[in-house]
């Protein structure tokens, strides 16, 4: 199956925007929804719509079963050794904020350092910033080189015996950086600290494997994957989370409760208190399902394909300022000279392409650029070298259109 015929899987991308064929280049953002995934969602509400774990009658059950048979192919995709690691959460935002409430503030002190990059996206930042104000702890950088690379040498530069957790993105939302987290984690766990990898932007677009990793936390999203929104995952060691208490409390995480005191269920359930997502679940599992069937590794070669295509007719349109290393994920970060992304973006937007255009939840990194907002195109297995040609004649109408300042 071909990008074009995948393409035909997909039911919104077959749609006129603004008079023209939709060329949609926000997966980053957000991924559009199989018609796979979409009937999966629709059958649970239409059949066996219930609460899961509580209920012993048929629909329950059936609900029952998608949801952990969801959890057990989450296990499988990335390689997990068992459910009990598996958590689900809203998107990868809950889950590293779980791992920062509960792990972070139980096991950072005054003197203690948590080191990130200038690269995370806002949601492995703020919350790192939070638990060292009520810690005490130092938060540390992991410099960049000058094309939005982390080189191990400076990975070692940072971190030290000081250091009790490394938190980082395998793939960058902005550069289309691929970090070395696997050596990244080396080094780390050398030093006694433990490591959380943002797989936010890697898990829908490449094979991952925690254990070949050896990451201690793997936060995730499913509706970068094909997923509905409201559904994500934390992988965790074992031995980890058992010892980390919760952070929601409630029904569905309780194992007894007293009139003044109360126990947990046992692991993954205490993380998970009240009725979940279950629809987003049996949903993900759906979605991974789709992904495996097309492969990985497939995706991911023709992703950096288009990406490599993108670059190369981007070489070609003066006044344009590409960001990031020219070996890269599926995307391109950029800026038009003097004219200001979400203009830029709002002309692509009236030829039917979709781009984003801001800050992308990364100020820092956009102060690191020295530019205020950029542009992105962002690929995933639907999109076509089509696409990027009429991505790049819009931009051309654009630069016409800013004739006066695009140069």
Known sequence: MNAKEIRELFPVLNQEVNGHPLVYLDSAATSQKPKQVIDVIEDYYKRY???????????????????????????????????????????????????ASSYGRANLGPGD????????HHSNIIPWQQVAKATGATLKYIPLTADGRIELTDVEQTITDKTKIVAVMQVSNVLGSVNPVKEIAEIAHRHGAVILVDGAQ???????????LDCDFFAFSGHKMCAPTGIGALYGKKSLLEKMEPVEFGGEMIDFVGDYESTWKEL????????????????????IDFLEDIGLDRIEEHEKA???????????????????????????TFNCHDVHPHDVATVLDSEGVAV????????????????????????????????????????????????????
Not at 268 to 273: L, M, N, R, S
């Open 356 to 407: 984003r255009a801001g800050h992308h939840c990364a100020q820092p990194l956009m102060r690191w650029l020295d530019v205020t907002a950029t542009a992105r195109a962002s690929f995933y297995l639907y999109n076509t070298e089509e696409d990027v040609d009429a991505f790049v004649e819009a931009l051309l109408k654009a630069k016409e259109y800013f004739g006066h300042v695009f140069r």
């Open 113 to 120: 350092e948590i080191v990130i990059t200038p690269m995370e």
């Open 49 to 99: 719509n219930s609460n899961v774990h509580r209920g012993v009658h048929t629909l329950g059950t059936l609900a029952t079963d998608g949801y952990e048979g969801a959890r057990e192919k989450i296990r499988s995709f990335i390689g997990a050794k068992s459910t009990e690691e598996i958590v689900f959460t809203r998107g990868t935002t809950t889950a590293i904020n779980l791992v």
């Open 306 to 332: 288009i990406a490599n295509y993108a670059l190369q007719r981007l070489d070609e349109v003066d006044g344009v300022d590409v960001y990031g290393p020219r070996e890269r994920a599926g995307l391109v």
């Open 268 to 287: 993954p359930w205490k993380f998970e208190g009240g009725t979940p997502i279950i629809a987003g679940a049996i949903g993900l599992g759906a979605a």
């Open 202 to 212: 890697s898990s829908p677009h490449m094979k991952v494997d925690v254990q070949d």
